[in-house]
């Protein structure tokens, strides 16, 4: 069974920064294009970033130059290295699998969900 398992959220300034994880086992890992996705209250869940199994990432505008999508494969994890953060990036953070690209209806291709993990930035 797959287990995306999402660590690192918390509460910070803006300006702040923060990094987080996804943990995974190597079957999961290996050849499968990974995504985070977020969704903050009241509006729809988003891709953020994603890294297909050959290590190309893609980003949102909203995030572009400010977060940053990686694989570590020695174990097994995936990390989103959160900076410059504003109060608008407040939101359940989520690691998704099956998705390679950032896109207009890329959730559709999302096979599985971590339980999330959640980013607050104040003002």
């Known amino acids: 069974q797959v287990q995306l398992v999402e660590s690192g959220g918390g509460s910070v300034q803006a300006g702040g920064s923060l990094s987080l994880s996804c943990a995974t086992s190597?079957?999961?890992?290996?050849?499968?294009?990974i995504a985070w996705f977020r969704q903050a209250p009241g509006k729809e869940r988003e891709g953020v970033a994603a890294i297909d199994s050959d290590g190309s990432a893609s980003y949102a505008d909203s995030v572009k130059g400010r977060f940053f999508i990686r694989k570590d494969r020695v174990n097994n994890t995936l990390f989103l290295r959160l900076r410059d953060l504003k109060p608008e990036d407040t939101a359940m953070y989520y690691c998704?699998?099956?998705?390679?690209?950032?896109?207009?209806?890329?959730?559709?291709?999302?096979?599985?969900w971590g339980q999330g993990t959640q980013v607050t930035v104040s003002s």
């Open positions: 190597r079957s999961t890992y290996s050849d499968n294009c």
């Open positions: 998704a699998l099956g998705v390679c690209l950032v896109q207009g209806g890329s959730i559709t291709q999302v096979r599985f």
